[in-house]
């Protein structure tokens, strides 16, 4: 049962960074495709980066572009998203997802999630 564990969400000022984890196991994930979707309160949940495991093919949302990094460490099985800059309207719960093959960025489309982690970004 392949199982994803978020951390490293918190509270941060306008302009502060975080770097959230995501850890797998479970499973043998080169083939799968990793991703980190956000929901604000009252939102529809929205892709924020996604990576293949095995390398290539990384989207970033225009709102994440040039501020966040998404990076994977094999060693640790371990998905990694660096927010920059952080915005206020970064405020949301953060979840990590997986599912093997193709990499879509529809939520519906991931077969694994994570519990999410709060991020909170302060005016």
């Known amino acids: 049962q392949v199982q994803l564990a978020e951390s490293g969400g918190g509270l941060v000022q306008a302009g502060g960074s975080l770097r959230l984890s995501c850890t797998a196991s479970?499973?043998?994930?080169?083939?799968?495709?990793m991703a980190w979707f956000r929901q604000a309160a009252g939102k529809e949940r929205d892709i924020v980066a996604r990576i293949r495991w095995g390398g290539g093919d990384p989207y970033y949302a225009d709102s994440a572009k040039g501020r966040f990094t998404m990076s994977r460490d094999f060693a640790k099985n371990t998905v990694y998203l660096q927010m920059n800059s952080l915005k206020p309207e970064a405020t949301a719960v953060y979840y990590c997802?997986?599912?093997?093959?193709?990499?879509?960025?529809?939520?519906?489309?991931?077969?694994?999630w994570g519990q999410g982690t709060q991020v909170t970004v302060s005016s």
């Open positions: 997802a997986a599912r093997m093959g193709y990499a879509p960025i529809t939520p519906g489309l991931y077969d694994y």
């Open positions: 479970g499973g043998t994930f080169s083939s799968y495709t």
